[in-house]
Structure formats: structure tokens, C-alpha cells
């Protein structure tokens, strides 16, 4: 059975950095796609981040772009996101995920969730 942890949420200030860290198991962590969504109050649950399986490469939203850096340690069968200059409109519960083949921006492709963290960006 597949489990996602994620850690490392909290309380920032705007401009702030972050590092989440998802640790997996239950799963042969390389062949999978993993990426992080985040979802804010009354809002749909939105594509953040994800790296491919089987030495893939990684994909941001626009949103996230240049600020976010998404990355995967294989033997440590952990996933992580570097947040930098944090803006009040990432507050969110950020979600780990996991995936059986290619990258995918669609929540509804992605097999397996994390119980979330949450981040708070304080203006």
C-alpha cells in the first residue's frame, strides 16, 4: 500500500522561503510521477509541481514558475519543494501525489495522496 508523508509547513512571512518534503513508501519510488498540488479554502485542488518517472524531467505551473523547485532523492524515496520568495496567495494545504506512469497536471490522474500540510504566507 502506497503512504505519503508530507512535512514541513507552516508560518512564513511574504517573501519567505519554505521546504516541504514528502517521504513514500509502499511503492518502487522511481517508476512513479510525484508532484506536489496545493488547495486553498472554497478553491479546487491545483497542479503546483511533479517530476517524472524513471529520471524524468520536472514541470511547474506558471503560477510557481521561477520560484518553486521541485526535486526527488530515488534512494531516500523522498520528494520535495523548495518554495522561495512565498507570496500571501500560496497559502494553501499542499498535497503530495504519486502516479503510475507519465507526468500529469490533472489531479484526477494521480492514484495517491498525502494527508497535506499546510503553509500560511503572511502579508
Known amino acids: 500500500q502506497v503512504q505519503l508523508v508530507e512535512s514541513g509547513g507552516g508560518l512564513v512571512q511574504a517573501g519567505g522561503s519554505l521546504r516541504l518534503s514528502c517521504a513514500a513508501s509502499?511503492?518502487?519510488?522511481?517508476?512513479?510521477?510525484v508532484g506536489w498540488f496545493r488547495q486553498a479554502p472554497g478553491k479546487e485542488r491545483d497542479f503546483v509541481a511533479a517530476?517524472?518517472?524513471?529520471?524524468?524531467?520536472?514541470s511547474y505551473s506558471d503560477s510557481v514558475k521561477g520560484r518553486f523547485t521541485i526535486s526527488r532523492d530515488n534512494l531516500k524515496n523522498t520528494l520535495y519543494l523548495q518554495m522561495n520568495s512565498l507570496k500571501p496567495e500560496d497559502t494553501a494545504v499542499y498535497y503530495c501525489?504519486?502516479?503510475?506512469?507519465?507526468?500529469?497536471?490533472?489531479?484526477?490522474?494521480?492514484?495517491?495522496w498525502g494527508q497535506g500540510t499546510q503553509v500560511t504566507v503572511s502579508s
Open positions: 501525489a504519486a502516479r503510475r506512469g507519465p507526468l500529469r497536471d490533472a489531479a484526477d490522474r494521480y492514484d495517491s
Open positions: 517530476f517524472g518517472y524513471l529520471g524524468g524531467s520536472a
Open positions: 509502499g511503492l518502487m519510488f522511481s517508476t512513479y510521477t
